[in-house]
């Protein structure tokens, strides 16, 4: 699988069309996707997704509303499952942060191997937050060239950048010891 990882990424190295850099990115997002698609998982997205919503809302009650459903997922038992869902499936950057923050917030509590039903280690959930670090970053920086009007900060903004890479190392520190 590292093989296979290694060759997608000196593909993106190569100089061709976005579509080809985007058909590229999917596929290996599905190759280093972590927790197999469900039905409850979709509704949790649903869900996170909402709350992103209500959170940026002027209205102070569905502001405390997205807030309670964000304060609800990092205490959830499936915090890690629904985290590393939302981080392969969503485009929303505050969606996004908050993943990593459950991430960061369930992490002293999980066990080395299997530290969730849908994570097999602590090591493939390093891997795959890496692999979520190179492949924002690329297609951030593939973004100006997509569109002159966007420069690829709207989906990859630097705290949301700083927080996945925050992540990926204090899983890292985590492993060891």
Known sequence: ?????????????SHRGIEAEEEEATDITVIMSLVAPNAHLQEALASIHQASADFTSPDPQLRAKGEATFLALRQSEGALDYACFALEYSQDPLVLFQSLNAVLS???SLSAHQPSQGVASLTSLRDFLLHFCV??????????SASS???GSATWPQYLRSRAFQTAIAVEKRLLG
Request: glycine fraction near 0%.
């Open 135 to 144: 492949t924002r970053s690329q297609q951030s920086s593939a973004a100006p």
């Open 106 to 108: 369930v992490l002293p």
């Open 1 to 13: 699988m590292t093989n296979r990882i290694c060759r997608q990424q000196r593909l993106f190295s």
């Open 149 to 151: 009007s966007s420069d």
